[in-house]
């Protein structure tokens, strides 16, 4: 038995000794349920979550901290006029009660905001209704976040991109915000104001991206999950794409953030285990312009809002384990409308010869502690050189062998790292090709 100190109480749980596995071979522990995280399958959360919210939806504010982390906080809203009557327009059933009545407008009652209503789903599309400016500014203490100093604490949120709720359900949202200081600049840690001008600028291009986002998931003593007590697994090249107890871990995870991120209208479209165990990717887009670093980073928080339901950690540092085990990056894939078409080729090999000469700027960009991942070796190029190819993974730049051979298409930047912030990366790529503002 075992006690732990939690809120004035002594919490008493059996911990199971596991069996020492033997050296060099993946071991995932039986999952279990830390006691002091509300696991979403408990019956003691759930009976709670049942209970009706009378009007009310839960609105999950989302920003970046200095550090590059997502934090949150949740506040109660009352379903606004404006997204209700975006959503009348568009709902069968509300129009039919608009013609009962003899009315051209749709009814708007505080009855229809009731849970039974939207139990049976006929105002389900509240949630996707509301847009950033249906929703308030916020503040948080951001000297308790690196943000700001003490003596003038307040940051601003400032909604910007607005998401169903995967884990409290129907009509709740999640909030993606813009941190600003009080003067109404921009806080120095919020990226995306900037990028949001590059995109804008410079949107007859049509910038698609695709990010491919790696991650590590460690266990609660920051060691990889799954690895031997004392030892290493079996060297790389069984994990990547497999299938096994012996060479996955954790895939519970992986699918529960699947299914959260096409829940919320994410443009997630694929997932699979990497080259070293316990590390994982999913992939994001194609997305335009800011929207793909707004998806990026909610997609990170989902991922580890849902790891928090297990005792999981997400690690996104691009060399979590030293010596002979791959990195993580944030493969960049990009491309405009004229690389899209016929003759794209000829835009795809201008644009590199224009990225080249930014290569330092851009690496500057491109995440924290990257030099311990950009080698030249392990599917990396090196990081004191710009280079490119095609189908070629130890190059700055891939082109797709399927690129090259029809002509068109897009290239992958695979220099940013796994921690990379993916405004920074999105607008240095624009910046570096079309011009900075």
């Not at 379903?79 to 129009?95: D, E, F, K, Q, V």
């Not at 949202?173 to 995306?192: H, M, Q, S, Y």
């Not at 829940?263 to 285990?273: D, E, F, H, L």
């Not at 090196?382 to 189908?391: L, M, N, P, R, Y």
Request: glycine share 8%; charged share 25%.
């Amino acid at each position: 038995m075992r006690a732990e100190q939690f809120a004035n109480k002594t919490i008493f749980y059996r911990r199971t000794e596991l069996p020492s596995p033997p050296e060099r071979r993946l071991y995932a522990p039986p999952r279990s349920i830390c006691p002091l995280c509300a696991h979403a399958d408990s019956p003691q959360l759930n009976k709670y979550l049942k209970l009706d919210q009378k009007g009310s939806i839960m609105a999950e504010y989302v920003w970046i901290d200095s550090t590059g982390e997502t934090r949150s906080k949740s506040r109660a809203l009352a379903a606004t006029l404006a997204s209700w009557l975006r959503h009348a327009a568009n709902c069968m059933p509300c129009l039919r009660i608009s013609l009962s009545t003899g009315s051209t407008e749709p009814v708007i009652a505080m009855p229809f905001f009731s849970d039974e209503f939207f139990h049976y789903n006929t105002l389900k599309e509240v949630e996707g209704g509301y847009k950033p400016e249906d929703l308030p500014v916020w503040n948080f203490d951001g000297s308790s976040t690196n943000q700001a100093p003490g003596d003038n604490s307040d940051v601003y949120l400032r909604p910007c991109a607005v998401y169903p709720d995967p884990f409290r359900g129907t009509p709740n949202i999640i909030v993606l915000a813009e941190c600003w200081n009080p003067d109404g600049t921009p806080n120095k840690f919020n990226f995306r104001h900037e990028c949001a001008k590059v995109m804008e600028t410079y949107a007859e291009h049509e910038p698609w991206f695709g990010l491919e986002q790696e991650y590590t998931l460690l266990d609660l003593d920051d060691r990889p999950y799954g690895w031997p007590a004392g030892g290493f697994p079996a060297p790389q090249g069984p994990y990547y794409c497999g299938v096994g107890a012996s060479k996955v871990v954790m895939r519970d995870i992986v699918e529960a953030h699947y299914k959260a991120c096409l829940y919320a209208g994410v443009k997630i479209s694929g997932t699979n285990a990497e080259v070293m165990p316990a590390q994982w990717e999913f992939q994001v887009g194609p997305v335009e312009g800011i929207a793909m670093g707004d998806q990026l980073w909610i997609s990170r928080f989902f991922l580890s809002r849902v790891a928090e339901e297990f005792a999981v950690k997400v690690s996104f540092h691009p060399k979590p384990v030293k010596g002979a085990w791959n990195g993580a990056g944030m493969h960049s894939n990009f491309s405009t409308k004229e690389m899209r078409v016929e003759g794209g080729m000829a835009h795809i090999e201008a644009a590199l010869k224009k990225l080249e000469p930014h290569h330092e700027e851009c690496i500057k960009e491109y995440g924290e502690d990257n030099e311990q991942r950009l080698t030249g070796s392990y599917e990396t190029g090196s990081i004191d050189q710009f280079t490119w190819g095609v189908a070629n993974r130890g190059c700055s730049i891939r082109i797709p062998r399927e690129t090259a051979a029809q002509g068109f298409g897009y290239f992958e930047d695979r220099r940013p790292a796994s921690n990379a912030d993916p405004y920074r990366v999105t607008k240095i790529l624009m910046t570096s090709i079309f011009g900075k503002l």
